[in-house]
């Protein structure tokens, strides 16, 4: 299974632009990129995710490489409520879907 | 739709006990997982299956067991619980489709005694 990498932790302000970065090296041409956020005594909660090209939605935008050995998930304006760890995590298309996720990314968010 | 549903959500159990954590889903979705999460770490997949009647291990499966007989159920079992499964436990579901989204149980705590 393809590994990401993404820094322990990140600091933002509140209304800041936050950019998390992901690295996928391996990645292979199947696997798609997605993005889940794990607030506090809560389950995973989908936030978005792409295959090549670049996306938005209402929570944030999904910015890929163009050889997409990296991503980048911008949240516009962050809150007090994006206060969560993100996970990057790479989902192939074979049979197997394992699921595998990394450590994430803790993002603490200042008033 | 109630989505993904766990119970209990918390549990005491004592060493050498068994219990199951039911899991049961209401999207009619093929992929159903079991993950663990210890505290300040991050998930871990137990088990995972890709439609009735299939089953797979994940990561860490050691200690557990497994069942799909409906599209919908995915209980997990602990045979002989020990100090080492204290964590909280999350089932997920999605269509299968790489593309599709994964969607989580809000969690059972377990805690072995």
């Known amino acids: 299974d393809a590994k990401t990498t993404q820094p322990n932790s990140m600091e933002s302000n509140e209304e800041e632009p936050v950019h998390l970065p992901c690295n996928h090296s391996t990645i292979s041409g199947t696997d798609y990129i997605h993005w889940y956020r794990q607030l506090p005594s809560q389950g995973p909660e989908y936030v978005i995710h792409?295959?090549?090209s670049n996306v938005n939605n209402r929570m944030a935008s999904l910015a890929i490489a163009e050889d997409r050995k990296s991503s980048t998930l911008i949240l516009h304006r962050a809150t007090l409520r994006d206060a969560a760890v993100y996970y990057c995590i790479l989902r192939d298309r074979g049979e197997s879907d394992k699921l595998i996720f990394g450590t994430g990314t803790r993002l603490q968010v200042f008033p | 739709n109630a989505g993904v549903t766990q119970t209990p959500k918390f549990r005491i159990l004592k060493i050498g006990q068994s219990m199951t954590l039911q899991c049961t889903q209401d999207?009619?979705?093929?992929?159903m997982y079991w993950y663990r999460q210890d505290p300040g770490m991050g998930l871990k997949l137990i088990y995972y299956s890709v439609g009735a009647g299939i089953t797979d291990k994940g990561e860490v499966p050691n200690g557990y067991n497994v069942s799909r007989s409906t599209t919908e159920d995915f209980p997990l079992r602990l045979e002989l619980a020990a100090p080492s499964q204290t964590s909280v436990y999350f089932c997920?579901?999605?269509?299968?489709?790489?593309?599709?989204?994964?969607?989580f149980g809000e969690g059972s705590w377990l805690t072995v005694v």
């Open positions: 792409g295959l090549t």
């Open positions: 997920a579901s999605s269509s299968g489709q790489s593309g599709n989204t994964i969607y």
């Open positions: 999207m009619n979705h093929n992929y």
